[in-house]
């Protein structure tokens, strides 16, 4: 099976034109003939605010807030009316599964199916502690949630139409009806952002893919894609219809050494806070806040200041940041790209983080070589 590729864009507001960012991405996606056009479901930036800004942020000059995220349902709508003549597959990498009521869900999903002809995916995960606690989501048991959350969109779309009703801690169906219908006799695939073990196995039973992100190494993600065909086979599924996909960060540039300086600046070891403690502690390092942090699913960034980021990311092993992202010239990347495809990726999603820099004219002309990379891992 060949590798299909795909871009991942945050739907971030920019001065003059609100979607001006989103637009553009778009289309360059479609004319470097990628597969699949994502967004993320969050309620702001992972990126803390205190450092999103010109003197560390070159970008910050044209996107004036990094926490004004539009919501990626609404404009993946917009983007389904684009891309009417176009290829492109449309989803969320990936909503969150205790945030949203599974009902709005299934329906949000099954709504893009509709409007893009068929071509939606429903990405959905836990969630992260930041888009859930400060809004007053109950976050205590996030694996649990979700795992209902996943069976009642199952559900409510396997109900044709009739009244259903569920027992559910979490959400309970009492006679609910759920209309909408599916596209050719087909609602969207299900790709799940898995990474722990219990997550592993919960993909196995609902998921038509199986999509993690950032924090997998090639050899880790084939031990872990076993996990979840076991899971699948155990629940009487046939564990090769699990499409097996990934979410990579990319770092690249025109030079080897224009990329090394990008992944030196603040806000790019900033990204490292997303990281479990584990993965510091494998590199020498110690995870600022604490040993056995979780990473982004635990990060709150907006409560962090600048003086805070700074000390936190002078601790960064630039050796850690280099792991976990694909960096390097377009040329580079291909061939990091291959190493994942023979531990068994047959979808690759990249977000282009090379635009966190001070520099805003090497920021933007680092879509060039992505656009780039784009259009050569088409050929892998």
């Keep these: 099976m060949a590798l299909s590729v795909g871009f991942v864009e945050h739907p971030v507001i920019t001065r003059g034109w609100p979607t ?5 991405g778009y289309l360059r996606a479609a004319l470097a003939g990628v597969d699949t056009y994502w967004m993320p479901d969050h309620l702001n ?26 919501e990626p349902w609404t404009l993946l709508g917009q983007v389904a009316g684009w ?23 299934a329906q949000a999903a099954a709504t893009l199916h509709l409007m893009s002809r068929g071509k939606a995916i429903l990405g959905i995960g836990v969630g992260e502690r930041e888009g859930n606690e400060p809004y007053g989501v109950d976050w205590s048991r996030p694996v649990a949630r979700f795992e209902e959350a996943l069976a009642t969109i199952r559900v409510l779309w396997d109900s044709g139409g009739e009244l259903v009703s569920r ?12 209309a909408l219908p599916p596209y050719r006799g087909a609602y969207p695939p299900i790709w799940v952002a898995a990474h722990g073990p219990r997550m592993l196995h919960i993909a196995g039973r609902f998921a ?6 950032i924090v997998l190494r090639p050899r880790d993600y084939a ?43 603040v806000a790019a070891m900033s990204m490292a806070l997303c990281l479990p403690g584990a993965d510091w502690a494998r590199h020498g390092g110690k995870h600022p806040l604490g040993e056995d942090f979780s990473g982004a699913q635990d990060l709150i960034p907006q409560t962090l200041d600048e ?9 960064v092993p630039p050796s850690l940041v280099r792991e976990v992202t694909l960096n390097g010239t377009p040329e580079e990347i291909v061939d990091q790209v291959a190493v994942w ?35 050569r891992l088409k050929k892998l």
């Design 167 to 178: 027992d559910s801690e979490y959400f309970p169906l009492h006679k609910a009806l759920f």
């Design 341 to 375: 495809r023979d531990h068994g990726v047959r979808h690759v999603a990249l977000t282009n983080l090379s635009g966190l820099q001070p520099s805003l004219q090497k920021a933007l002309a680092s879509n060039g070589s992505f656009t780039g990379l784009m259009r």
């Design 20 to 24: 001006a960012a989103v637009r553009s």
């Design 307 to 315: 003086q805070s980021v700074l000390s936190y990311t002078a601790q």
């Design 83 to 105: 891309n009417r003549i176009g290829r492109l597959r449309l989803g969320v990498a990936v909503t969150d599964g205790g945030r949203r009521n599974p009902a709005v869900t």
């Design 223 to 265: 031990q872990r894609l076993d996990v979840v065909r076991s899971a699948a086979s155990d629940a009487g599924r046939d564990p090769s219809a699990i499409l097996p996909a990934i979410s990579l960060t990319v770092f690249t540039g025109r030079t080897r050494d224009a990329v090394d300086e990008a992944m030196s600046s």
């Design 45 to 70: 930036s992972l990126v803390p605010r205190s450092i999103a800004v010109p003197k560390y942020v070159g970008l910050a000059r044209v996107v004036p807030d990094v926490d004004a995220v539009c």
């Design 208 to 213: 038509d893919g199986w999509f993690p992100a």
